[in-house]
Protein backbone atom coordinates (compact mmCIF):
# COMPACT_ATOMS: atom_id res chain seq x y z
CA UNK A 1 0.00 0.00 0.00
CA UNK A 2 1.39 3.45 -0.97
CA UNK A 3 1.62 6.36 1.37
CA UNK A 4 1.06 10.03 0.07
CA UNK A 5 2.81 12.86 2.09
CA UNK A 6 0.27 15.37 2.68
CA UNK A 7 2.20 19.20 2.84
CA UNK A 8 1.63 22.31 3.71
CA UNK A 9 0.70 24.01 0.43
CA UNK A 10 2.11 27.71 -0.75
CA UNK A 11 -1.54 29.66 -1.06
CA UNK A 12 0.36 32.73 -3.05
CA UNK A 13 3.81 34.28 -3.18
CA UNK A 14 4.33 35.96 -0.04
CA UNK A 15 3.13 32.92 1.95
CA UNK A 16 5.81 31.27 3.72
CA UNK A 17 3.59 29.26 7.12
CA UNK A 18 0.01 28.05 7.21
CA UNK A 19 -1.41 27.11 10.48
CA UNK A 20 -3.89 23.99 10.73
CA UNK A 21 -7.05 25.54 11.95
CA UNK A 22 -9.23 22.39 12.07
CA UNK A 23 -8.95 18.31 10.90
CA UNK A 24 -12.23 17.29 9.22
CA UNK A 25 -10.93 13.45 9.12
CA UNK A 26 -9.18 11.40 12.44
CA UNK A 27 -6.42 9.07 11.79
CA UNK A 28 -8.27 5.46 10.28
CA UNK A 29 -11.06 7.23 8.58
CA UNK A 30 -11.65 6.62 4.84
CA UNK A 31 -10.59 9.34 2.48
CA UNK A 32 -12.54 9.90 -1.50
CA UNK A 33 -10.49 12.02 -3.61
CA UNK A 34 -10.87 15.57 -3.33
CA UNK A 35 -13.25 15.20 -0.33
CA UNK A 36 -12.26 18.16 2.22
CA UNK A 37 -9.39 16.81 4.67
CA UNK A 38 -8.69 19.54 6.85
CA UNK A 39 -8.91 23.45 7.07
CA UNK A 40 -5.90 25.99 7.07
CA UNK A 41 -5.53 29.24 8.26
CA UNK A 42 -2.63 31.73 6.27
CA UNK A 43 -2.06 35.66 7.39
CA UNK A 44 -4.48 36.09 4.36
CA UNK A 45 -7.23 33.48 4.42
CA UNK A 46 -8.51 30.64 5.67
CA UNK A 47 -9.49 27.56 3.09
CA UNK A 48 -10.55 23.83 3.22
CA UNK A 49 -7.48 21.52 1.48
CA UNK A 50 -8.98 18.37 -0.68
CA UNK A 51 -7.40 15.23 -0.02
CA UNK A 52 -4.70 14.56 -2.83
CA UNK A 53 -5.95 11.14 -3.03
CA UNK A 54 -8.38 8.32 -1.91
CA UNK A 55 -7.25 6.19 0.59
CA UNK A 56 -7.03 5.82 4.43
CA UNK A 57 -5.66 8.69 6.74
CA UNK A 58 -3.09 7.09 8.55
CA UNK A 59 -1.31 9.71 10.55
CA UNK A 60 -1.46 13.22 11.71
CA UNK A 61 2.12 14.97 12.29
CA UNK A 62 0.77 18.48 13.10
CA UNK A 63 -2.01 19.24 15.29
CA UNK A 64 -4.55 21.98 15.28
CA UNK A 65 -3.24 25.41 16.35
CA UNK A 66 -0.26 24.72 15.20
CA UNK A 67 1.76 26.82 12.55
CA UNK A 68 4.12 25.01 10.17
CA UNK A 69 6.67 25.84 6.80
CA UNK A 70 5.06 25.61 3.37
CA UNK A 71 6.16 22.30 2.22
CA UNK A 72 5.94 21.24 5.88
CA UNK A 73 4.37 17.37 6.11
CA UNK A 74 1.54 17.40 8.13
CA UNK A 75 -0.25 13.99 7.56
CA UNK A 76 0.28 10.64 5.94
CA UNK A 77 -2.40 8.89 3.95
CA UNK A 78 -1.96 5.60 2.66
CA UNK A 79 -3.30 5.37 -0.92
CA UNK A 80 -4.94 2.07 -2.77
CA UNK A 81 -2.55 3.53 -6.00
CA UNK A 82 0.80 2.67 -6.77
CA UNK A 83 3.46 4.80 -6.18
CA UNK A 84 6.37 5.98 -8.87
CA UNK A 85 9.67 7.91 -8.23
CA UNK A 86 7.74 11.00 -9.08
CA UNK A 87 5.21 10.80 -6.63
CA UNK A 88 1.29 11.37 -6.94
CA UNK A 89 0.08 13.40 -9.39
CA UNK A 90 -3.17 15.01 -7.94
CA UNK A 91 -3.11 16.63 -4.28
CA UNK A 92 -1.87 19.70 -2.43
CA UNK A 93 1.73 19.91 -2.11
CA UNK A 94 2.10 15.74 -2.08
CA UNK A 95 5.22 13.79 -2.21
CA UNK A 96 5.82 10.08 -2.18
CA UNK A 97 8.09 8.17 -0.01
CA UNK A 98 10.59 7.32 -2.64
CA UNK A 99 10.96 11.22 -2.75
CA UNK A 100 11.03 12.33 0.80
CA UNK A 101 13.80 9.78 1.05
CA UNK A 102 15.76 11.50 -1.48
CA UNK A 103 17.46 15.05 -0.87
CA UNK A 104 15.25 17.49 -2.77
CA UNK A 105 17.05 20.00 -4.59
CA UNK A 106 13.76 21.07 -7.27
CA UNK A 107 10.60 22.03 -7.58
CA UNK A 108 7.87 19.45 -6.98
CA UNK A 109 6.54 17.20 -10.04
CA UNK A 110 3.37 18.98 -11.98
CA UNK A 111 -0.16 18.44 -10.14
CA UNK A 112 -3.57 17.89 -11.50
CA UNK A 113 -5.41 20.84 -11.76
CA UNK A 114 -8.27 19.34 -9.64
CA UNK A 115 -5.60 20.04 -6.50
CA UNK A 116 -6.59 23.68 -4.60
CA UNK A 117 -2.58 24.96 -5.14
CA UNK A 118 -1.09 25.49 -8.73
CA UNK A 119 1.66 22.86 -8.17
CA UNK A 120 4.14 25.51 -9.35
CA UNK A 121 3.85 27.31 -6.07
CA UNK A 122 5.23 24.50 -4.72
CA UNK A 123 8.76 25.66 -3.06
CA UNK A 124 12.08 23.71 -3.31
CA UNK A 125 12.59 21.59 -0.59
CA UNK A 126 16.16 22.56 0.49
CA UNK A 127 18.35 21.05 3.47
CA UNK A 128 21.62 21.39 4.17
CA UNK A 129 22.61 18.37 2.42
CA UNK A 130 21.17 19.72 -0.57
CA UNK A 131 23.62 21.25 -3.58
CA UNK A 132 23.40 24.88 -1.99
CA UNK A 133 24.29 24.08 1.72
CA UNK A 134 26.94 21.63 2.67
CA UNK A 135 30.24 21.20 1.04
CA UNK A 136 33.03 18.51 1.72
CA UNK A 137 35.24 19.43 4.24
CA UNK A 138 39.37 18.35 4.57
CA UNK A 139 39.99 16.15 7.04
CA UNK A 140 43.03 17.80 7.61
CA UNK A 141 41.03 20.77 8.72
CA UNK A 142 38.93 19.72 11.68
CA UNK A 143 40.49 16.05 12.91
CA UNK A 144 38.08 13.92 14.62
CA UNK A 145 38.26 10.67 16.37
CA UNK A 146 36.65 8.76 12.91
CA UNK A 147 38.63 10.85 11.14
CA UNK A 148 35.76 12.05 8.93
CA UNK A 149 33.92 15.29 9.19
CA UNK A 150 31.40 17.65 7.30
CA UNK A 151 30.74 21.11 8.13
CA UNK A 152 27.20 22.07 8.20
CA UNK A 153 27.19 26.03 6.42
CA UNK A 154 24.20 28.66 6.59
CA UNK A 155 21.64 27.38 3.83
CA UNK A 156 20.78 29.71 1.08
CA UNK A 157 16.88 29.83 1.29
CA UNK A 158 16.02 31.67 -2.17
CA UNK A 159 17.62 34.03 -4.92
CA UNK A 160 17.62 36.96 -2.48
CA UNK A 161 18.80 35.36 0.86
CA UNK A 162 22.50 36.25 1.48
CA UNK A 163 22.30 36.03 5.20
CA UNK A 164 21.01 34.00 8.00
CA UNK A 165 20.55 34.44 12.05
CA UNK A 166 20.99 31.59 14.25
CA UNK A 167 18.03 31.50 16.19
CA UNK A 168 17.85 27.75 18.79
CA UNK A 169 20.26 25.22 17.96
CA UNK A 170 18.57 21.46 19.03
CA UNK A 171 21.45 19.65 19.58
CA UNK A 172 24.72 20.91 21.69
CA UNK A 173 28.36 19.57 21.06
CA UNK A 174 28.00 15.47 22.02
CA UNK A 175 25.00 14.84 20.78
CA UNK A 176 24.13 12.09 18.43
CA UNK A 177 22.48 13.01 15.17
CA UNK A 178 20.44 11.13 12.89
CA UNK A 179 20.07 11.59 9.17
CA UNK A 180 17.87 14.89 8.21
CA UNK A 181 17.55 15.34 11.97
CA UNK A 182 16.93 18.87 12.45
CA UNK A 183 20.10 20.47 14.80
CA UNK A 184 19.24 24.16 14.24
CA UNK A 185 16.32 26.82 14.00
CA UNK A 186 17.43 30.02 11.85
CA UNK A 187 15.75 32.92 10.31
CA UNK A 188 16.30 34.71 7.18
CA UNK A 189 14.43 37.51 4.95
CA UNK A 190 11.93 34.92 4.33
CA UNK A 191 10.68 32.23 6.73
CA UNK A 192 12.31 30.72 10.27
CA UNK A 193 12.93 27.04 9.31
CA UNK A 194 14.61 24.30 11.38
CA UNK A 195 17.92 22.91 9.53
CA UNK A 196 18.10 19.21 8.82
CA UNK A 197 21.69 17.21 9.38
CA UNK A 198 23.37 16.59 6.71
CA UNK A 199 24.52 13.27 8.11
CA UNK A 200 24.71 11.03 10.57
CA UNK A 201 27.21 11.37 13.08
CA UNK A 202 27.96 13.29 16.36
CA UNK A 203 27.68 17.16 16.51
CA UNK A 204 31.81 17.84 17.51
CA UNK A 205 31.28 21.80 17.21
CA UNK A 206 29.06 24.87 17.15
CA UNK A 207 31.21 27.37 15.04
CA UNK A 208 28.13 30.18 15.20
CA UNK A 209 26.32 31.03 18.68
CA UNK A 210 22.92 31.51 19.21
CA UNK A 211 21.55 35.55 17.77
CA UNK A 212 24.85 35.51 15.50
CA UNK A 213 23.59 36.60 12.15
CA UNK A 214 26.16 35.30 9.10
CA UNK A 215 26.32 34.90 5.12
CA UNK A 216 25.20 32.19 3.19
CA UNK A 217 28.03 29.28 2.90
CA UNK A 218 29.46 30.40 5.76
CA UNK A 219 30.33 26.95 8.06
CA UNK A 220 28.27 27.01 11.05
CA UNK A 221 29.03 23.63 13.13
CA UNK A 222 31.28 20.06 12.66
CA UNK A 223 29.71 16.90 12.38
CA UNK A 224 31.85 13.92 12.79
CA UNK A 225 30.42 11.09 10.46
CA UNK A 226 29.66 7.54 11.68
CA UNK A 227 29.77 5.95 8.19
CA UNK A 228 31.43 7.90 5.76
CA UNK A 229 30.52 5.34 2.69
CA UNK A 230 26.73 5.99 3.80
CA UNK A 231 26.97 9.30 4.64
CA UNK A 232 29.42 11.35 2.83
CA UNK A 233 29.75 9.61 -0.86
CA UNK A 234 26.32 9.63 -2.11
CA UNK A 235 25.31 13.34 -0.78
CA UNK A 236 25.73 15.97 -3.72
CA UNK A 237 28.11 18.51 -2.09
CA UNK A 238 28.82 22.20 -3.23
CA UNK A 239 31.69 24.34 -3.73
CA UNK A 240 33.60 25.87 -0.24
CA UNK A 241 32.89 29.32 -0.42
CA UNK A 242 35.61 31.69 0.77
CA UNK A 243 34.57 33.17 4.20
CA UNK A 244 33.14 36.65 4.52
CA UNK A 245 34.20 38.87 7.33
CA UNK A 246 31.64 39.80 9.26
CA UNK A 247 30.02 43.18 9.57
CA UNK A 248 30.83 45.34 12.65
CA UNK A 249 27.34 45.49 13.19
CA UNK A 250 26.92 41.87 13.74
CA UNK A 251 25.05 41.26 16.75
CA UNK A 252 27.41 39.74 19.48
CA UNK A 253 26.03 35.94 20.66
CA UNK A 254 26.21 37.35 24.43
CA UNK A 255 23.71 39.99 22.57
CA UNK A 256 20.84 37.63 21.15
CA UNK A 257 18.27 39.83 18.65
CA UNK A 258 16.17 37.43 18.53
CA UNK A 259 13.73 36.90 21.80
CA UNK A 260 11.08 34.16 22.24
CA UNK A 261 8.04 37.04 22.87
CA UNK A 262 4.81 37.60 21.88
CA UNK A 263 4.87 41.46 22.24
CA UNK A 264 5.71 42.96 19.22
CA UNK A 265 4.66 46.12 17.46
CA UNK A 266 5.90 45.16 14.08
CA UNK A 267 4.13 44.09 10.95
CA UNK A 268 5.40 41.07 9.06
CA UNK A 269 4.87 42.33 6.39
CA UNK A 270 4.03 46.34 5.62
CA UNK A 271 2.82 48.64 3.21
CA UNK A 272 3.52 48.52 -0.27
CA UNK A 273 4.47 44.95 -0.54
CA UNK A 274 7.38 45.86 2.09
CA UNK A 275 8.67 42.36 4.07
CA UNK A 276 10.57 42.68 7.27
CA UNK A 277 13.09 39.80 8.18
CA UNK A 278 12.77 38.18 11.32
CA UNK A 279 15.97 40.03 12.27
CA UNK A 280 15.17 43.25 10.84
CA UNK A 281 11.88 42.90 12.97
CA UNK A 282 13.32 41.72 16.28
CA UNK A 283 15.95 44.56 16.52
CA UNK A 284 13.08 47.26 15.71
CA UNK A 285 11.34 45.37 18.70
CA UNK A 286 14.55 45.94 20.97
CA UNK A 287 15.32 49.51 20.39
CA UNK A 288 11.41 50.70 20.41
CA UNK A 289 10.82 51.36 17.04
CA UNK A 290 7.57 51.57 15.90
CA UNK A 291 5.80 50.23 12.15
CA UNK A 292 5.80 54.06 10.80
CA UNK A 293 9.41 54.30 12.05
CA UNK A 294 10.66 51.86 10.23
CA UNK A 295 9.03 52.29 7.65
CA UNK A 296 10.56 55.63 6.66
CA UNK A 297 14.20 53.58 7.06
CA UNK A 298 15.61 54.12 3.24
CA UNK A 299 16.20 50.24 2.06
CA UNK A 300 19.64 49.25 0.70
CA UNK A 301 18.47 45.62 -0.08
CA UNK A 302 16.68 44.03 -3.70
CA UNK A 303 13.75 45.66 -4.23
CA UNK A 304 14.43 47.97 -1.67
CA UNK A 305 13.98 46.00 1.53
CA UNK A 306 15.35 47.39 4.58
CA UNK A 307 18.83 44.96 6.26
CA UNK A 308 20.13 44.83 9.06
CA UNK A 309 22.60 46.98 8.42
CA UNK A 310 20.02 49.78 7.38
CA UNK A 311 18.11 49.55 10.78
CA UNK A 312 21.96 49.80 12.51
CA UNK A 313 23.06 53.04 10.54
CA UNK A 314 19.37 54.44 11.31
CA UNK A 315 20.05 53.93 15.16
CA UNK A 316 23.41 54.89 15.08
CA UNK A 317 22.23 58.36 13.95
CA UNK A 318 19.18 58.50 15.78
CA UNK A 319 19.04 61.45 18.35
CA UNK A 320 15.57 60.64 19.68
CA UNK A 321 15.41 58.28 22.96
CA UNK A 322 14.64 54.55 22.40
CA UNK A 323 11.16 53.93 23.59
CA UNK A 324 10.43 51.09 25.35
CA UNK A 325 8.76 47.91 23.32
CA UNK A 326 4.96 47.61 23.60
CA UNK A 327 3.08 44.27 23.76
CA UNK A 328 0.25 43.46 21.69
CA UNK A 329 -2.18 44.55 24.81
CA UNK A 330 -0.56 47.78 25.18
CA UNK A 331 -0.77 48.49 21.43
CA UNK A 332 -4.30 47.48 21.15
CA UNK A 333 -5.53 48.96 23.98
CA UNK A 334 -2.71 51.29 25.31
CA UNK A 335 -5.41 53.34 27.96
CA UNK A 336 -7.55 49.97 29.00
CA UNK A 337 -6.04 48.51 32.25
CA UNK A 338 -7.50 44.72 33.10
CA UNK A 339 -10.31 45.36 35.12
CA UNK A 340 -10.55 44.15 38.32
CA UNK A 341 -13.24 41.64 39.41
CA UNK A 342 -16.45 42.95 40.90
CA UNK A 343 -17.70 40.87 43.22
CA UNK A 344 -21.23 39.14 41.92
CA UNK A 345 -20.06 40.54 38.35
CA UNK A 346 -20.66 37.98 35.79
CA UNK A 347 -17.81 37.91 33.53
CA UNK A 348 -17.67 35.61 30.48
CA UNK A 349 -13.81 36.05 28.94
CA UNK A 350 -13.23 34.41 25.21
CA UNK A 351 -10.38 34.69 23.15
CA UNK A 352 -10.14 36.34 19.87
CA UNK A 353 -10.14 34.27 16.64
CA UNK A 354 -8.01 34.22 14.53
CA UNK A 355 -9.89 36.51 12.01
CA UNK A 356 -10.74 38.68 14.80
CA UNK A 357 -6.93 38.62 15.68
CA UNK A 358 -5.55 39.79 12.28
CA UNK A 359 -8.63 42.49 11.64
CA UNK A 360 -7.12 44.05 15.08
CA UNK A 361 -3.57 44.05 14.12
CA UNK A 362 -4.24 45.58 10.67
CA UNK A 363 -6.55 48.31 12.02
CA UNK A 364 -4.85 49.46 14.74
CA UNK A 365 -1.51 49.43 12.41
CA UNK A 366 -3.89 51.98 9.30
CA UNK A 367 -4.47 54.05 12.30
CA UNK A 368 -0.51 54.24 13.18
CA UNK A 369 0.52 55.02 9.83
CA UNK A 370 -2.00 57.19 8.33
CA UNK A 371 -3.57 60.66 9.08
CA UNK A 372 -7.27 59.41 8.35
CA UNK A 373 -9.25 62.29 7.49
CA UNK A 374 -13.17 61.72 6.48
CA UNK A 375 -15.41 63.85 3.97
CA UNK A 376 -19.27 63.37 3.94
CA UNK A 377 -21.40 63.32 0.59
CA UNK A 378 -24.70 62.89 0.25
CA UNK A 379 -26.42 61.50 -3.81
CA UNK A 380 -30.16 61.74 -5.36
CA UNK A 381 -29.61 57.59 -6.52
CA UNK A 382 -33.53 57.78 -7.28
CA UNK A 383 -32.93 56.73 -11.16
CA UNK A 384 -29.82 54.50 -9.89
CA UNK A 385 -32.31 52.57 -7.91
CA UNK A 386 -35.53 52.77 -10.74
CA UNK A 387 -32.67 51.04 -13.11
CA UNK A 388 -31.72 48.08 -10.89
CA UNK A 389 -35.52 47.81 -10.46
CA UNK A 390 -36.24 47.56 -14.35
CA UNK A 391 -33.18 45.00 -15.25
CA UNK A 392 -32.57 43.02 -11.61
CA UNK A 393 -34.79 40.10 -13.04
CA UNK A 394 -34.11 39.61 -16.66
CA UNK A 395 -30.51 40.40 -15.43
CA UNK A 396 -30.23 36.95 -12.72
CA UNK A 397 -32.14 34.98 -15.71
CA UNK A 398 -30.03 36.30 -18.83
CA UNK A 399 -26.64 36.27 -16.46
CA UNK A 400 -26.95 33.86 -13.53
CA UNK A 401 -26.21 36.24 -10.50
CA UNK A 402 -28.04 38.74 -8.71
CA UNK A 403 -28.06 42.72 -10.33
CA UNK A 404 -27.16 44.64 -6.43
CA UNK A 405 -25.70 47.83 -6.30
CA UNK A 406 -22.07 46.70 -5.89
CA UNK A 407 -21.27 46.69 -9.26
CA UNK A 408 -22.47 50.64 -9.68
CA UNK A 409 -20.49 52.05 -6.58
CA UNK A 410 -17.03 50.17 -7.87
CA UNK A 411 -18.15 51.62 -11.73
CA UNK A 412 -18.49 55.28 -10.10
CA UNK A 413 -15.78 54.57 -7.92
CA UNK A 414 -12.99 53.57 -10.94
CA UNK A 415 -14.80 56.52 -13.04
CA UNK A 416 -13.84 59.41 -9.83
CA UNK A 417 -10.41 57.51 -9.54
CA UNK A 418 -9.67 58.36 -13.47
CA UNK A 419 -9.89 61.93 -13.01
CA UNK A 420 -8.26 61.44 -8.89
CA UNK A 421 -5.28 59.42 -9.62
CA UNK A 422 -3.71 60.68 -6.40
CA UNK A 423 -6.50 58.31 -4.62
CA UNK A 424 -5.47 55.07 -6.59
CA UNK A 425 -1.75 55.84 -5.15
CA UNK A 426 0.56 54.41 -2.16
CA UNK A 427 3.64 56.00 0.04
CA UNK A 428 6.70 54.35 -0.38
CA UNK A 429 8.99 56.17 2.11
CA UNK A 430 8.83 59.84 1.20
CA UNK A 431 7.81 58.51 -2.76
CA UNK A 432 3.83 58.31 -4.37
CA UNK A 433 3.39 55.58 -6.60
CA UNK A 434 0.87 55.88 -8.84
CA UNK A 435 -1.13 52.81 -9.74
CA UNK A 436 -1.98 52.74 -13.48
CA UNK A 437 -4.32 49.93 -13.13
CA UNK A 438 -7.90 50.07 -11.03
CA UNK A 439 -7.55 46.96 -8.10
CA UNK A 440 -10.78 47.17 -6.46
CA UNK A 441 -11.10 45.67 -2.91
CA UNK A 442 -15.22 45.29 -1.68
CA UNK A 443 -15.83 44.12 1.91
CA UNK A 444 -17.38 41.18 2.21
CA UNK A 445 -18.67 40.00 5.91
CA UNK A 446 -18.01 36.76 7.04
CA UNK A 447 -21.19 35.73 9.08
CA UNK A 448 -20.75 37.54 12.68
CA UNK A 449 -17.08 36.60 12.57
CA UNK A 450 -15.78 39.79 10.96
CA UNK A 451 -15.00 40.73 7.09
CA UNK A 452 -12.50 39.86 4.66
CA UNK A 453 -11.15 42.05 1.55
CA UNK A 454 -11.34 40.52 -1.71
CA UNK A 455 -10.15 42.54 -5.07
CA UNK A 456 -11.82 42.94 -8.12
CA UNK A 457 -8.33 43.44 -10.33
CA UNK A 458 -8.51 45.48 -13.59
CA UNK A 459 -11.77 46.88 -12.42
CA UNK A 460 -11.14 49.50 -15.18
CA UNK A 461 -11.24 47.21 -17.63
CA UNK A 462 -14.73 45.62 -16.83
CA UNK A 463 -18.61 46.81 -17.80
CA UNK A 464 -21.28 46.79 -15.24
CA UNK A 465 -22.29 42.87 -16.47
CA UNK A 466 -18.34 42.28 -15.75
CA UNK A 467 -18.18 43.94 -12.00
CA UNK A 468 -21.63 42.32 -11.00
CA UNK A 469 -19.85 38.30 -12.11
CA UNK A 470 -16.78 39.93 -10.60
CA UNK A 471 -18.20 40.64 -7.66
CA UNK A 472 -20.92 38.20 -6.92
CA UNK A 473 -18.01 35.17 -7.71
CA UNK A 474 -15.37 36.87 -5.05
CA UNK A 475 -18.15 37.04 -2.39
CA UNK A 476 -19.94 33.84 -2.84
CA UNK A 477 -16.25 32.25 -2.44
CA UNK A 478 -15.41 34.78 0.28
CA UNK A 479 -18.33 33.30 2.88
CA UNK A 480 -17.65 30.21 1.52
CA UNK A 481 -13.75 30.59 2.33
CA UNK A 482 -12.72 29.36 -1.41
CA UNK A 483 -10.34 32.63 -1.77
CA UNK A 484 -6.74 32.34 -2.83
CA UNK A 485 -4.52 34.82 -0.53
CA UNK A 486 -3.42 36.17 -4.03
CA UNK A 487 -7.14 37.46 -4.33
CA UNK A 488 -7.01 39.56 -1.24
CA UNK A 489 -3.85 41.60 -2.14
CA UNK A 490 -2.73 44.23 -4.99
CA UNK A 491 -6.13 46.70 -3.79
CA UNK A 492 -5.25 50.41 -4.63
CA UNK A 493 -8.66 51.37 -3.10
CA UNK A 494 -11.22 50.29 -1.43
CA UNK A 495 -15.76 50.52 -1.43
CA UNK A 496 -17.40 49.44 1.95
CA UNK A 497 -21.38 49.37 1.45
CA UNK A 498 -22.10 50.03 5.36
CA UNK A 499 -25.62 50.21 3.76
CA UNK A 500 -25.85 46.49 3.29
CA UNK A 501 -26.61 46.54 7.09
CA UNK A 502 -28.68 49.33 7.64
CA UNK A 503 -25.80 52.06 8.45
CA UNK A 504 -26.48 55.88 7.31
CA UNK A 505 -22.88 56.40 7.27
CA UNK A 506 -19.60 55.11 8.23
CA UNK A 507 -16.01 56.16 8.57
CA UNK A 508 -13.81 53.57 7.35
CA UNK A 509 -9.99 52.71 8.06
CA UNK A 510 -8.22 52.88 5.22
CA UNK A 511 -7.01 49.09 4.15
CA UNK A 512 -3.27 49.53 3.83
CA UNK A 513 -1.07 50.70 1.56
CA UNK A 514 -4.04 52.18 0.53
CA UNK A 515 -4.95 56.09 0.73
CA UNK A 516 -8.62 56.21 -0.05
CA UNK A 517 -11.54 54.28 1.25
CA UNK A 518 -14.98 54.90 0.40
CA UNK A 519 -18.28 53.81 2.46
CA UNK A 520 -21.69 54.21 0.83
CA UNK A 521 -24.44 54.16 3.37
CA UNK A 522 -28.50 53.14 3.53
CA UNK A 523 -30.51 53.97 0.58
CA UNK A 524 -33.72 55.74 2.04
CA UNK A 525 -36.75 58.11 0.89
CA UNK A 526 -36.65 61.04 2.07
CA UNK A 527 -38.73 64.33 1.11
CA UNK A 528 -35.88 66.60 -0.40
CA UNK A 529 -36.03 69.84 -2.11
CA UNK A 530 -35.65 69.58 -6.01
CA UNK A 531 -34.04 72.37 -7.82
CA UNK A 532 -36.75 72.93 -10.73
CA UNK A 533 -34.47 76.41 -12.79
CA UNK A 534 -37.35 79.32 -13.76
CA UNK A 535 -40.20 77.07 -12.03
CA UNK A 536 -39.38 77.08 -8.81
CA UNK A 537 -38.89 74.56 -6.44
CA UNK A 538 -40.78 71.61 -5.38
CA UNK A 539 -40.46 69.23 -2.72
CA UNK A 540 -40.17 65.83 -3.83
CA UNK A 541 -40.02 62.05 -2.34
CA UNK A 542 -36.30 60.38 -3.52
CA UNK A 543 -33.81 57.83 -2.69
CA UNK A 544 -31.40 59.54 -0.80
CA UNK A 545 -27.50 57.87 0.34
CA UNK A 546 -24.73 59.27 2.22
CA UNK A 547 -21.72 58.75 0.95
CA UNK A 548 -18.21 58.98 3.30
CA UNK A 549 -14.42 58.51 2.18
CA UNK A 550 -11.55 58.36 4.38
CA UNK A 551 -7.77 59.36 2.90
CA UNK A 552 -4.09 59.57 4.13
CA UNK A 553 -4.35 63.34 5.03
CA UNK A 554 -0.44 63.01 3.87
CA UNK A 555 -0.91 62.98 0.58
CA UNK A 556 -4.75 63.81 0.09
CA UNK A 557 -5.95 67.53 0.75
CA UNK A 558 -9.20 67.86 1.74
CA UNK A 559 -10.15 69.96 -1.41
CA UNK A 560 -9.24 66.66 -3.29
CA UNK A 561 -11.48 64.51 -1.38
CA UNK A 562 -14.21 66.31 -1.79
CA UNK A 563 -13.71 66.83 -5.44
CA UNK A 564 -13.39 62.98 -5.35
CA UNK A 565 -16.88 62.82 -3.62
CA UNK A 566 -18.43 64.90 -5.74
CA UNK A 567 -17.64 63.10 -9.05
CA UNK A 568 -18.89 60.06 -7.68
CA UNK A 569 -22.00 61.31 -6.87
CA UNK A 570 -22.14 62.70 -10.09
CA UNK A 571 -21.59 59.43 -11.72
CA UNK A 572 -23.97 57.31 -9.19
CA UNK A 573 -26.74 60.55 -9.96
CA UNK A 574 -25.97 60.46 -14.20
CA UNK A 575 -27.24 56.42 -14.84
CA UNK A 576 -30.65 56.36 -17.13
CA UNK A 577 -33.53 54.73 -15.34
CA UNK A 578 -34.61 53.69 -18.98
CA UNK A 579 -31.12 51.74 -20.02
CA UNK A 580 -30.94 47.98 -20.52
CA UNK A 581 -28.05 46.69 -19.33
CA UNK A 582 -26.75 44.25 -21.38
Not at 49 to 63: H, K, N, Y
Not at 106 to 111: C, F, S, V, Y
Not at 188 to 217: F, H, R, Y
Not at 223 to 251: H, M, N, Q, R, Y
Request: proline residues 7%; without cysteine; hydrophobic residues 35%.
Amino acid sequence: MAKLDVRMPKMGESITEGTVLEWHKKPGDAIAMDESLLEIGTDKVDTDIPSPGAGTLAEILVQEGETVDVGTVIAVIESDVGSNENGPESGDAVASEAETEDVQAGPAEPLEPAAAVDAAEMPNTVDAAGPESTRPVDKAEAPTPSGATVEVVMPKMGESIVEGTVLTWIKKPGDDIALDEPILEIATDKVDTEVPSPSAGTLVEILVPEGETVDVGTPIAVIAIKDVTADVTPTPLAFKPDPVEESSSTPSAQTPLIEDTPSTTISRQAGAGQFYSPLVRSIAQKEGLSDTELASIPGSGRDGRVSKNDVMLYLKNRSTPKKPSLSKRTLLSPKAPIPKPVEGDRVEVEKMDRMRQLISEHMTRSKATSAHVTSFGEADVTNLVRLRERNKNAFIDREGVKLTYTPFFVYAAVEALRDHPILNSSIVGDEIHYHKDYHIGIAVTIGKTGLVVPVIHKAGQKNLVGLAHAAADIAERSRNKQLLPDELQGGTFTVTNVGSLGSLMGTPIIHQPQVGILATGVIKKRPVVIEAGAMGDTIGVRHMMYISLSYDHRIVDGAMGSSFLQKYIDVLESFDPDEIIK
